[in-house]
Nanobody, 124 residues
């Protein structure tokens, strides 16, 4: 079993930055794929970014590419999402997820474990 706990969300003005953290426990870093998703009110959960176990492969949604960086520290069992140049449309609950295999990593059903989410609100 793997437990994921997100932190780092909050209220920020447009143009600002936040760094989200996802602390994993259990046997998390045997997970080949770790990712961030987000869900805004009334919308479906959408992919933000994913990273492989080694950190050598990263994938980003077009909506955040160039503004966000995903990273992981396997020694600390933690995945990060650095978000810069935030926009009001980035407002959502951000979820950390872990998958047993690197396959269709942009698709929520491919993930086996989820955190409880952390709220990010960007004011204009």
């Amino acid at each position: 079993q793997v437990q994921l706990v997100e932190s780092g969300g909050g209220l920020v003005q447009a143009g600002g930055s936040l760094r989200l953290s996802c602390a994993a426990s259990g046997r998390p870093f045997s997970m080949p794929a770790m990712a961030w998703f987000r869900q805004a009110p009334g919308k479906e959960r959408e992919f933000v970014a994913a990273i492989s176990w080694s950190g050598g492969t990263m994938l980003y949604a077009d909506s955040v590419s160039g503004r966000c960086t995903i990273s992981r520290d396997n020694a600390k069992n933690t995945v990060y999402l650095q978000m810069n140049s935030l926009k009001p449309e980035d407002t959502a609950v951000y979820y950390c997820a872990a998958a047993r295999q690197w396959s269709r990593v942009v698709t929520p059903p491919e993930y086996d474990y989820w955190g409880q989410g952390t709220q990010v609100t960007v004011s204009s």
